[in-house]
Each structure stands twice: as structure tokens, then as C-alpha cells.
């Protein structure tokens, strides 16, 4: 499987500020997908990014709230910004198992937990 | 619309005893089911996927299309098989998005 690096593990932010996340792969990898998971929910998907274009968003989740970055094929960043407590969760970075492409299986960055004050 | 229920929360057996994790969803199309699961300080991982058929770790789970169910199962526990399980739907087309349910942690007692 792919290793993944998250930054920051784990941050206290003040409302109002943003927080930008860091998912660097050991290999490069088409899409990066990335999940919230607030505190005591399932693990929810945010937003795909491609290499080169735009990220693809789900429902309730805006670009101007949770802007991405996918600079090449190993990288991406997920900012989530003017924090309220409400963003209090952990953030997710994941990619294809590259031992099952095309399967739907994912490997898993450790997740960068997020608390706001 | 797409959902994956998990309706039990916390999962409290003693060592030895049979295990069974449930799991429920709600799909039109055609599902692909998986179990994740996460352990102590560690990262969430795969477990196991219906279309594999196998069994991993000794946990089994069956794909009932009738029931909408993918229930994990494990006829003898272990104590490390205390952790925190994800059942996930991938939608057909919807290229590698998950779909995952609120877990259930599973405490195995000596």
C-alpha cells in the first residue's frame, strides 16, 4: 500500500482562522480523496483531487470553505478556513491501494485532528 | 438516497465468544461492500470487501442483497480484535467514493 504523510497530526486553532493540511504519498497517484470525520460520526468525503484540474466537491462542501491545492502527482493540501467550532474533526487524506487498483479500496493517511476554540 | 447503518455503537464481548458486527445499507444500484477496520493508534485499514469472498483475520461477511445487509462476522473473538469497524458502500460508477458507516467499536474482554 501506499504510504501517506499527513501535517499537521493534530492542531488548536481560534474561530475565524484557517488551517491548511498537508497529504504527501510515497508514489503518484491519480486522485487524493479527503474525509472529514467529526467527532463521533462516520467518516465523510469531501472533495476528490485531480492532478491539474479543479477538485471535485460532494454536497455541503464548497470550494471557498475547504479550498484545495494538487501542485503534481504525490501532494495535495486541504485548507479549511474561517474555523468555527463546528470544524472540530479529523481530516483525512486518502488514495487508491495501489495493491488493488480499480477496486475501491483506499489506504488511509493517520489523520490530522482539529480542534477550534 | 446512499446510506450504511451500523446500529450498534459499542460491541462488548468476552474472548472466545462469537462476534457479530451488523451493518445495513440502503442502495439502489448494484453495492460493493467493504469492512475497515481501525486499531488502537493506528490507521484506518481495510479488513475485508464482499467481492473477495475471504476471510481475514477469521471474520467472514456475507453480502445479503435481499436483507441490504453486510454483517462481520468472527465465530471465536480475540482480544486484538478490540478496535473500531466501518462498514463502507461504493456506489457503482462512483469511482473509489466511499460511503461509511458511524462504526462500531468491538471490546473484547479476557
Known amino acids: 500500500s501506499a504510504v501517506i504523510s499527513q501535517k499537521p497530526s493534530r492542531d488548536i486553532c481560534q474561530r475565524g482562522t484557517s488551517l491548511t493540511i498537508q497529504c504527501q504519498v510515497d508514489?503518484?497517484?491519480?486522485?487524493m480523496f479527503w474525509y472529514r470525520q467529526q467527532p463521533g460520526q462516520s467518516l465523510t468525503l469531501i472533495a476528490t483531487?485531480?492532478?491539474?484540474?479543479?477538485?471535485?466537491?460532494e454536497s455541503g462542501f464548497v470550494i471557498d470553505k475547504f479550498p484545495i491545492s494538487r501542485p503534481n502527482l504525490t501532494f495535495s493540501t486541504l485548507t479549511v478556513s474561517n474555523l468555527s467550532p463546528e470544524d472540530s474533526s479529523i481530516y483525512l487524506c486518502?488514495?487508491?491501494?495501489?495493491?488493488?487498483?480499480?477496486?475501491?479500496?483506499?489506504?488511509f493517511g493517520a489523520g490530522s485532528r482539529l480542534t477550534v476554540l | 438516497a446512499q446510506r450504511v447503518t451500523q446500529p450498534e455503537k459499542l460491541l462488548s464481548v468476552f474472548k472466545g465468544a462469537p462476534v457479530e458486527l451488523k451493518c445495513n445499507y440502503s442502495?439502489?444500484?448494484?453495492?460493493?461492500l467493504f469492512w475497515y477496520v481501525q486499531y488502537s493508534r493506528q490507521r484506518l485499514q481495510l479488513l475485508l470487501r464482499?467481492?473477495s469472498r475471504e476471510s481475514i483475520k477469521g471474520f467472514t461477511a456475507d453480502l445479503n442483497k435481499g436483507e441490504t445487509s453486510f454483517h462481520l462476522k468472527k465465530p471465536f473473538a480475540q482480544e486484538e480484535d478490540s478496535a473500531m469497524y466501518y462498514c463502507?458502500?461504493?456506489?457503482?460508477?462512483?469511482?473509489?467514493?466511499?460511503?461509511f458507516g458511524a462504526g462500531t467499536r468491538l471490546a473484547v474482554h479476557p
Open positions: 486518502s488514495v487508491e491501494d495501489r495493491a488493488a487498483p480499480g477496486a475501491n479500496v483506499l489506504t
Open positions: 508514489s503518484q497517484v491519480t486522485m
Open positions: 483531487a485531480n492532478q491539474g484540474s479543479e477538485a471535485t466537491y
Open positions: 442502495y439502489s444500484g448494484s453495492p460493493e
Open positions: 464482499h467481492i
Open positions: 463502507a458502500l461504493s456506489l457503482s460508477g462512483g469511482y473509489n467514493k466511499l460511503i
